[in-house]
């Protein structure tokens, strides 16, 4: 009898640009200050790529693909399929996806790109777990990555979202594995609600204008991305605790069964009252969000490579990734590292 197909993680990488951009540093540019953006966010410092530019997510994605690909143990050529997610495409288009499968040396590789933002390593991880169990690729790389700082209003104005946000990419090989074991993508659920896409967004460019952006626009800070913060976390802890719980019951666990809770990096105090309403203890709870800032879809892939070097998870965690996005997008993969 064959055995079923499991995704498995084979390798992970991350990867961030050299330069440092403390909360100190950001006073120089806007009316904040450290305490503030620490009690509310929990952030206490990111990266951002130099200030001359340059450097695209394609650019970051390479660095971190290159990580995780060594320590699977592929060749670039090994990969079937690239699934790229970001919100900050290096170019208008085409996306990332191509850019990147270039630049590792391929030649007619498929590459996917998604925008499903903070959400986008679950959405990613859920196709990517539905490619390999139906038998049409074994081998597939997700990247999420982001070039934030260029597109950020980093004055008085924009510091609600300016001091939130960080340059830097996440990687993860995921291979096909029959095994009977309890391992590999458990269950997975994803929800939208386009309802409230205009809470969090960037309006321009936008090709329903004619040009796709103006003078006006600019004027008027549209090309700027904009967000309603407390309906953002009104609807964050509400959401997640409802897809945790809803994953967990499609794959027959219970909250005593999760090791470690690896969320999007948007908000440790959205994350902490996640696992309150859950009655998870906070040692559960990977964070990094100081380091690193928000990085978008590289957020939970670099929070998931970071939890594996530092060892709080590894052979036989059962591993909930979980977060919420501008759409809205939100969801939840169950995830067990095999023994």
């Not at 951002?48 to 060749?75: C, F, H, Q, T, Y």
Request: with cysteine; glycine share 10%; hydrophobic share 45%.
């Amino acid at each position: 009898m064959n055995q079923p197909v499991k995704t498995i993680i084979k390798g992970t990488g991350r990867y961030v640009p050299p330069r440092v951009v403390t909360n100190q540093d950001l006073t120089r540019w806007m009316d904040t200050t450290d305490e503030w953006i620490r009690q509310r966010t929990g952030i206490e410092q990111r990266h951002w790529i130099p200030e001359e530019g340059g450097v695209g997510a394609s650019d970051l994605g390479l660095e971190a693909a290159k990580i995780a690909l060594e320590r699977a143990g592929w060749r670039p050529a090994d990969i079937d399929l690239i699934i790229f997610g970001t919100l900050s495409p290096d170019i208008f288009f085409p996306g990332p996806g191509c850019l990147l499968q270039r630049k590792l040396g391929l030649s007619e590789t498929p590459a996917l790109d998604i925008r499903q933002q903070c959400s986008a390593f679950l959405y990613g991880l859920a196709m990517a777990d539905a490619f390999i169990r139906s038998g049409l690729y074994r081998r597939i790389l997700f990247v999420g990555g982001e070039v934030h700082s260029t597109c950020l209003d980093i004055s008085t104005r924009g510091r609600d979202i300016a001091v939130l946000f960080g340059d830097a990419a996440g990687a993860v090989c995921l291979e096909a594995a029959a095994t009977d074991a309890p391992a590999g993508v458990l269950a997975s659920v994803l929800h939208a609600q386009g309802e409230f896409a205009d809470i969090l967004m960037m309006e321009a460019p936008a090709f329903r204008e004619k040009p796709g952006i103006s003078e006006a626009m600019i004027r008027e800070g549209r090309h700027w991305p904009k967000m309603e913060g407390k309906s953002v976390f009104k609807h964050a802890v509400r959401r997640l605790p409802e897809a945790a719980r809803e994953v967990l019951d499609k794959a027959g666990l219970t909250v005593a069964d999760i090791d470690m809770v690896i969320p999007h990096q948007a908000n440790l105090r959205i994350n902490q009252a996640f696992m309150k309403s859950l009655g998870l203890p906070e040692e559960k709870l990977f964070s990094n969000i100081n380091r690193y800032g928000n990085t978008t879809a590289a957020s939970i892939p670099m929070a998931c490579d970071d939890a594996l070097e530092q060892k709080k998870i590894g052979p036989g965690s059962t591993v909930l990734f979980i977060g919420l996005g501008a759409g809205l997008t939100w969801g939840a993969v169950l995830y067990r590292f095999p023994k």
